[in-house]
């Protein structure tokens, strides 16, 4: 019988860490710092080393670094200040995976020729997520 109950127990403080690890959501003090607009475009979806780029925040990274530094720019591409620090961009991938992208989001994003908006969001100037939506 002790060994039924301390099963119980242990069973049910699991799943108390479980349950609580599974409601962490994401400081709701960050605001959004700056959004912009940009086109996907087939420079977009290469590297500077020309090797394919198979990730959404590695195409979103490369469209800002298209933009801000090699002046490579599509049509209606919109401009940002956060993204124009090189140490901005390669914190991309850590803010997207806190934020938010749906899955076909990404999968267009990877096919290219889309328009996403990107929002930014933090505290100041330090940038800790992104959204990302794919638009018409």
């Known amino acids: 019988m002790k060994k039924l109950i301390l099963s119980l127990l242990l069973t049910a403080a699991m799943f108390d860490v479980a349950a609580a690890q599974s409601t962490i959501t994401r400081d709701g003090s960050a ?5 912009y607009r940009a086109y996907i475009g087939s420079d977009d979806l290469y590297n500077s080393k020309g090797e394919r780029l198979t990730a959404p925040w590695q195409i979103i990274r490369q469209d800002r670094a298209n933009y801000h530094a090699y002046r490579r720019r599509d049509r209606g591409d919109q401009g940002d200040s ?5 140490t901005n961009r390669a914190k991309l991938e850590e803010m ?4 938010n992208i749906a899955n076909d989001a990404g ?5 290219g020729n889309v328009w996403v908006k990107v929002d930014i969001y933090g505290r100041g ?3 800790e ?3 990302i939506h794919v638009q018409d």
């Open 31 to 35: 605001k959004l710092i700056e959004s």
């Open 82 to 86: 956060f993204f124009s620090l090189p």
């Open 96 to 99: 997207l995976a806190n934020g």
């Open 107 to 111: 999968n267009l994003i990877v096919r």
């Open 125 to 127: 100037d330090v940038g």
């Open 129 to 131: 997520y992104v959204d």
